[in-house]
């Protein structure tokens, strides 16, 4: 299973980057592929390429602001969710994933 994200908050700054890490977190505690593209700031730092988002099996964006290039997931499988939200539940979220991911098997 591979998941992608996109995280930003209003201030660009520590929910942005706050809510990455508990992303990366959670799916690395359940050996899941994960990559999070940043949207701060500083603008848009370890940008998802279209390979990544088109070999993902789940897209996961915040919703505080607006996401630059929302138009790159068309077609996929978006889960969208508040900054704070993923920062609190990122680990029920990749639970939730893990469970529809396997029961589409």
């Avoid at 990455?20 to 359940?30: D, F, V």
């Avoid at 505080?64 to 499988?77: A, P, V, Y």
């Avoid at 680990?91 to 589409?104: A, F, G």
């Amino acid at each position: 299973m591979k998941i992608v994200g996109v995280t930003s908050c209003p201030s660009g700054v520590a929910h942005t980057y706050m809510s990455a890490e508990a992303l990366r977190t959670a799916a690395s505690e359940h050996n899941i592929e994960v990559k999070v593209e940043t949207q701060g700031l500083s603008g848009i730092e370890t940008e998802l390429t279209q390979n990544e988002i088109d070999e993902a099996d789940f897209v996961v964006l915040t919703t505080d602001t607006s996401i630059l290039g929302i138009d790159r997931f068309k077609g996929k499988k978006a889960i969208k969710i508040k900054a704070r939200e993923l920062i609190d539940y990122a680990d029920d979220l990749i639970e939730q994933l893990i469970d529809t991911y396997q029961n589409k098997l």
